[in-house]
């Protein structure tokens, strides 16, 4: 569990790298229970070193419960720490794009006007993100009747706060 999970994270932020998007921050929290805190260390192991992962104390408020979360979700914010998205199951399974499309929404949106935590060429990477997805759309309309194919939008589930 934890090295399919550590895996799929840590090519997802290699690919989201690759594309231009950078300076993302990658948390996982990892649950309070006896469990998970006796495993923690095989976690750590599991993930590269440019992703974090945080150990509840047992005295503190559950993360999760103050984030209105539960054990699977993700939560993805801003570069204004504003939660845009909130993924649960069977959103958040990374083998699905929900993930990666909100980080690239969140990423090359610009809800607020100009940005000082911008990248300087966030716009040219922004602009082929959306070039690329809107080609993939297109290939898939375009196939012959006799293919079966789906399009499913992404499934948002925004959480201004």
């Known amino acids: 569990c934890f090295f399919t999970f550590s895996t799929r994270l840590e090519d997802l932020r290699v690919k ?3 594309e231009g998007l950078v300076n993302i ?4 929290v990892n649950h309070q229970g006896p469990y998970s805190q006796r495993k923690f260390h095989l976690l750590k192991e599991s993930v590269s070193e440019y992703i974090t992962v945080y150990q509840q104390d047992e005295q503190q408020a559950d993360v999760w419960t103050t984030l209105n979360g539960n054990k699977d979700d993700f ?7 504003r939660l845009v998205y909130h993924l649960g199951l069977p959103y958040s399974f990374l083998s699905f794009q929900y993930v990666e499309e909100s980080i690239k929404i969140a990423y090359c949106e ?3 006007g100009n940005c000082s935590y911008m990248e300087p060429d966030t716009d040219g990477i922004c602009e082929n993100i959306t070039k690329k ?3 993939k759309l297109a290939e898939i309309e375009l196939k012959p009747s006799g293919q079966h194919s789906h399009h499913h939008n992404l499934h948002r589930h925004r959480h201004h706060h």
């Open 16 to 18: 989201l790298e690759n």
């Open 25 to 28: 921050s990658y948390v996982v």
């Open 75 to 81: 939560l993805i914010y801003d570069r204004c720490g």
């Open 110 to 112: 610009n809800k607020c």
């Open 133 to 135: 997805a809107d080609e």
